[in-house]
């Protein structure tokens, strides 16, 4: 027996510093990933709150609550995945109550801010809407440019068609129509 507590001793000698250190790093590892878990739901739980209110007040037509709705997602939210969510309702809001600035504005900071392609894609499309209805006919087409999922290529197309044919370029229209016609699904 006490060969074998001498033989305890000296492993703990030799190694008891380590292994306590290793325990610690370990242990603080633990922690604070499940503080980073923590955050990341309570962050969640905040933005899907604020979410919340703002599709009451969209629905409301309240545009100047769901600004303020956004600034506080802004503030306190902004890096989840809800405050992209919560740019296109805004922008759609601001729209419906004719602030088209303010909305072009939540749009361009969609498509900068986020790595949602499809997201880019419809702000890309709505920018170009915006442009349309101010006779921007090259800015509507610049929006349009660039890679966009396959699923938006039909819709971009068209869009192209559009503010071509108001534009007075028929033929180039026509191209775009054809190409939207290809892409887009036979029953749409």
């Not at 033989?7 to 008891?16: E, I, M, N, T």
């Not at 242990?27 to 979410?51: C, E, K, S």
Request: aromatic content about 8%; hydrophobic content about 45%.
């Amino acid at each position: 027996e006490q060969e074998q507590l001498d033989q305890l001793k000296a492993f703990w000698a030799r190694w008891g510093n380590g292994l306590t250190w290793l325990a610690i790093v370990v242990l603080g590892a633990y922690a604070a990933w499940n503080g980073w878990q923590y955050y990341q739901r309570a962050q969640a739980t905040q933005a899907a709150q604020l979410f919340g209110e703002m599709q009451a007040a969209a629905s409301a037509n309240d545009a100047d609550k769901v600004v303020r709705v956004l600034q506080d997602m802004q503030a306190h939210v902004g890096s989840t995945a809800l405050m992209n969510h919560a740019r296109m309702l805004a922008a759609k809001t601001l729209v419906d109550a004719g602030r088209d600035a303010a909305a072009r504005e939540q749009w361009q900071a969609l498509m900068k801010d986020t790595d949602d392609q499809g997201l880019r894609a419809s702000a890309a499309l709505r920018l170009s809407a915006l442009d349309m209805q101010a006779k921007a006919w090259d800015q509507a087409l610049n929006q349009l440019k660039g890679e966009w999922p396959e699923s938006y290529a039909g819709l971009m197309a068209d869009r192209r068609g559009d503010i071509l044919q108001a534009k007075g370029q028929a033929s180039d229209a026509v191209q775009a129509y054809q190409q939207a016609y290809a892409a887009l699904p036979k029953d749409a």
